[in-house]
Structure formats: C-alpha cells, structure tokens
C-alpha cells in the first residue's frame, strides 16, 4: 500500500507571500497524483492532477504543482497567496498497481493560513 | 447540478443508536466511497462500492455497513457498536474508466453522539 506525507501540519504565511506546501509519497509505480483543498465544514474540492505528461501541472485558484518521479514528491506552490487561501491542503495519491483496486491515499493535510 | 449529496448535513445521536448517513450521486459513476475525517488525521476509508450490489470494506469498517442496492445511492449506516462515531463523514464517487479518475466529493456530515 502506498503512503502519503505531508510534512508540514500547518503553514502561516502573509498575505501575497508565496507557498510551497510539501507531499512525499512512498512508490513512483503506476500512480496518479491530487491536491485537494477543504474549506471549514465542507467537502474535498479537486485543485489540480497529474496522470501523465508534463510534470508541472497548473490548477485552479493559481495553483500549480511538480510532479518528481526520483524523489516521489508532488509538491504545491502559490506565487502569492490571498485571504481566501486560507484551507486545509490534501495530497492523494491513487495506486494503479495491478491487484489494488486503484485505491486513493491522502496525507493527513497541511493547514494553510494566510495572514494580513 | 451534478454532483453529491449528502444529508443529514449535521446529525446528532444518542449513545446506542443506529444512524444512517445519506448519499446520492447524479454522475453516473461506478465507483462510490465512504470516508471518515478526524482532526489531524485526514482520512480513513470505511468502505467503498465499485458496482452495485458489491461494496467492500476499508481500513476501518468495524461499526459500520453499507448498501448499494442502485448506482445512484450509497447509504452508511453507523451503529452502536462503532466506540467513538463522532466525526465528519465524507461521501465520494469515481469517474473515469477502470476508476482510474479523482474522486468528487459531498459536502460532509457531521455526526455527534451525546
């Protein structure tokens, strides 16, 4: 089974100031890659993926993402971030491995605020 | 709009009820998931269906069942023998082909026990 980390709990950061929040995964084999951001009291919202392709994927909200195979990291950055950033960040990793059932793991989230 | 919905949005439940967790999708998906939330510990599966009248168990189903008797529903029921169901409950449905899409999302339901 794969394994998902993001290695920072909470990040603050002033107000359009850029981010970087951190995922490692444990298996570059066969892996689709997601961010997800959660509002408070809310469900998961899709802001970006990688399947295949270039490594730099670009979302919504002016996210974008790297996608590094010798590292197995997915790392996401904001070049200046708003008030209205401020959310929980979940790092997915879906497993295509044969046999998994394409199994989707998360991080246990980055909580990201941004201060005025 | 397509897309999930959840309900109850909140819930509250007294020690040694059942309570049923509502989930209905309009996207034609295959694939539906239940996911349990807890602060500071992201979250964890509690099962999932990939076509109806199958569903299989996650990493944390005991206290919990489902049903998937339509593609469109996918009901979770908490019982009295989950120890601690205070949580947010996240419902989810999976597109693309052999599931190999993101998952889309409900808005969440939140379950306390008093």
């Known amino acids: 089974a794969q394994s998902v980390t993001q290695l920072d709990s909470q990040v603050p950061v002033f107000e359009e100031a850029p981010v970087e929040l951190r995922c490692n995964y444990s298996?570059?084999?066969?892996?689709?890659l997601f961010w997800y951001v959660q509002y408070p009291n809310q469900g998961l919202q899709l802001l970006l993926k990688?399947?295949?392709?270039?490594?730099l994927v670009k979302g919504i909200n002016g996210f974008e993402a790297e996608f590094n195979k010798s590292q197995t990291s997915f790392h996401l950055r904001k070049p200046s971030v708003h008030i209205s950033d401020t959310a929980e960040y979940f790092c997915?990793?879906?497993?295509?491995?044969?046999?998994?059932?394409?199994?989707?793991?998360f991080g246990t989230g980055t909580s990201l605020t941004v201060i005025p | 709009d397509g897309g999930i919905t959840q309900s109850p949005k909140y819930l509250f439940r007294k020690e040694g009820q059942n309570v049923t967790l509502s989930c209905e999708q309009n996207?034609?998906?295959?694939?539906m998931y239940w996911y349990r939330q807890d602060p500071g510990q992201g979250l964890r599966l509690i099962y999932y269906?990939?076509?109806?009248?199958?569903?299989q168990k996650g990493d944390i189903a005991e206290g919990y069942s489902v049903s998937r008797e339509k593609k469109e529903s996918f009901p979770l029921t908490v019982t009295s023998a989950q120890k601690n169901p205070t949580a947010f409950y996240l419902c989810?449905?999976?597109?693309?082909?052999?599931?190999?899409?993101?998952?889309?999302f409900g808005e969440g339901s939140r379950l306390t026990v008093l």
């Open positions: 997915a990793v879906s497993d295509l491995t044969p046999g998994t059932g394409n199994q989707f793991y």
């Open positions: 298996s570059s084999v066969s892996v689709y």
């Open positions: 990688y399947l295949s392709g270039s490594t």
């Open positions: 996207l034609n998906h295959d694939a």
């Open positions: 269906s990939q076509i109806v009248n199958d569903f």
């Open positions: 989810a449905a999976r597109a693309g082909l052999a599931n190999t899409g993101e998952l889309f």
